[in-house]
């Protein structure tokens, strides 16, 4: 996968996805209802993105490993554990910028 | 940039067309925010018909870890980019969430505000990737927002005067 324009077409045939943890591919595919394993690769990462991988995984959504724990993972991995990943919801902020700025 | 452009145009897809006209303000390097905006906006333009937009370019006030000395530099000239489009648009409301592109723009509404010539309401939304640390640009804003959203409960517990919605994007 040389840069393709978007993975959405593949992601949506998957059924199961592996990914790093980085915010979109993370989301995108729990948006998209796959099962996610999320490998951190803590060289590589800054900081920051741990953060909601280790969130997600906290929250029974996705599976983490490392690289070297990714085989095993695969091999004893149970999905049906993992969490549905509900959608955000953008009409709460609708309807507090509504009451900031006063149209109500 | 990116996941950001992303994320705001979540947060403006339950918006009534009451917030009109809108202005987009991205940063020059940017290569794909503009085609995310235009796409989001035609699909708009389905539904009211009377959706105005515009879109405008600042100079990128800091790169991913540029040092600190740099960043004031290149923030500052970016500040000097942004002030006199602030100004053009005067707008009533700002909404961003948190690429260094906004800080010099709210910095330059926050200039205007104090000099009498436009007060915009600054809601800074922090990004959904931000679960238990703000952003720098959210650091700084925390302090210059009118309202300041953060959709983690964790974050919530750190800057009390945040708001919490919830997941909004």
Known sequence: FRFKDSLAEDLRKADLVISHAGAGSCLETLEEGKPLIVVINEKLMNNHQLELAQQ??????????NCSTLVE????MDLSTLKPFPPGQPEKFALFLDKVVGFQ | TGGHTTEILRLLSCLSESYSPR??????????SEAKIRSFEQKRSETFSNSQFTLDRI???????????SSVVTTLYSILYSLPLTYKLK???????GPGTCVPVCISALLLGLLGIKRA?????????RVETLSLSGKILYHFSDYFIVQWPDLKKKYPKSVYLGRIV
């Open chain 2, 121 to 129: 309401i600054i809601v800074y939304v922090e990004s959904i990737c």
């Open chain 2, 23 to 32: 202005h987009y303000i991205f940063a020059d390097s940017d290569k794909m």
């Open chain 1, 73 to 76: 993972t695969l091999r004893s």
């Open chain 1, 56 to 65: 997600l995984h906290r929250d029974g959504h996705v599976l983490c490993c």
């Open chain 2, 91 to 97: 707008p009533d409301l700002i909404l961003c969430n």
């Open chain 2, 59 to 69: 100079p990128r006030s800091r790169e991913v870890r540029q040092s600190w000395t």
